[in-house]
Structures are given as C-alpha cells and as structure tokens.
C-alpha cells in the first residue's frame, strides 16, 4: 500500500502551513550558488500544491520570504524576486486550469514593483475560483502582522466603532491578514530545524507541528504524505484529555 493510500480521506487537515527550508544549505552541499537551491525549491512547491489539490486540502500557505530574509545580500534578493515573477508567469496556466485560488499575506508594498504586480494579477485572474487556496507570505511577519492588527483596532476604537469589551478571539483574527483562512491544522518545517521563525504565530496556537531533516529542494509529494500520515496518527486534544475526546 502506498503513503497515499494509507491516508484516511475524512482525517486530512484542511489547512496545512509550510516552512520551506534549507535552500542554500542544499546548493551549497552541492558547490553551486545559493539561488541554485531557490531554483530548486519551486519542484516541491509544485509538489506540495498538486498533491494537496488532488487530496482535497482547502488551504496551504508557503513561507516564501520573511521580512527578515531582506536583510540577505542583495544579489540573493534579486534573483528570488526574478524567480518568483517567472514562476508565477509558468505556472499561471496550471492554476487555472485546476481551480486554484492564490492569496497573499505579507507586506507586498516592499517587494520590487514588477513582482507585485505579478502577483496581483494572478491574484486577481484567480480570485473567483474555488478549489485549493495557495497563499503565499511575502515579506511577511507575524509579529508585525499583530502589531499591525493592534494599530487597526485602537483606531476602530479611537473612532467609536468598537468598545474594548466587545473584543473576543474572532472580531481579533478578522483583522489579521489572515482574515478569512481557518488555522493551520499542521506546520511543516523542512531542514531540520525547530523554529517557527515569526510566522503564523497567532494562528498556530493549537498546530500540530512536524518536522523534517530534509532539505526544501529534496521534500516530494512522498515526503507529504509522510507528514500528513504523522499528522492524522495524532491525538488533537485541545487541553481536554483524552477521555473526553
Ligand atoms: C529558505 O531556505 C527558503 C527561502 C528563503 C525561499 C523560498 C523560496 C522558494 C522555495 C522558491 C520558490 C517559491 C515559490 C513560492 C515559487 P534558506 O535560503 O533559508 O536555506 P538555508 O537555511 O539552508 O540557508
């Protein structure tokens, strides 16, 4: 029986949340320059969307590029930039062509103008269709994100058009960027690594996360079922126990 198959259909999260990471470390490995690895990273991200749109997950959300990833050299920037903008530009058709919704959360307003209006373009082109949603975050943090929500609600307030007794979790999440998307059920970070690097930090209170020594440019859809069957082997407990599940 295959990792697919093994997977129980009405089990599957519905939203899955993705650190993709140890591009550099991979072409380094391999003596090629860093964007070698990025160059390599969008195999997987293929991977990932196909496989979750063939499964039936409603959302999965990449982290493309933080906002601590501007602090990279220059030339590194640049060229993920370029890489984004011709991946976008590949894989228009595909997405249309499989229902597939993009959204993004993030500070676009940062990114090179060109590869914004890309992105807008695709997000607009795609903005009725009804399958997958892919979002990408992009020049993203989540603390900034929750900062930015604060801002947002203490001028609501300012304004008389919320009483501070009236803010419960759900009026809180509709003024994150993610207003709309349901949590994460599961994380995956690739490389080995066991951080949550700023991201969904909110929205990932009651995760369950998994973790992976494989490098980004080498995970496969295999390597995805392999989580997800790790996934539906837990017990989502929420702080009750397990006898009053
Ligand atoms: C982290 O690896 C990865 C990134 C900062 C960029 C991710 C981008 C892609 C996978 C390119 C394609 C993406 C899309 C959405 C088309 P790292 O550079 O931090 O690796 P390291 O930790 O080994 O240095």
Known sequence: ???????????????????????????????????FGHQNGVTPVDDVVKASAELGIKFVTLYAFSTENWGRPLEEIDALMGLLVSTIKKETKKLLE???RLLTIGDLTKLPENTRRELNQLVQATSANTGLTVILALSYSSRHEIILAARKIIQDAIAGKLLPEEMNPELFES??????????????RTSGEYRISNFLLYQSAYTELYFTSKLWPDFRAEDYYEALLDYQNRERRFGKTSEQL
């Not at 697919?4 to 990471?21: F, G, S, T, Y």
């Not at 003024?175 to 995956?188: K, N, R, S, V």
């Open 98 to 100: 499989n229902n597939i």
């Open 175 to 188: 003024y994150l960027q993610t207003a709309g998307i349901p949590d994460p059920e599961l994380l995956i």
């Open 1 to 35: 029986m295959s990792l697919k198959e093994k997977l129980i259909k009405d089990k599957l999260p519905n939203h899955v949340a993705i650190i993709m990471d140890g591009n550099g470390r991979w072409a380094i490995r391999k003596g090629a320059a860093r964007i």
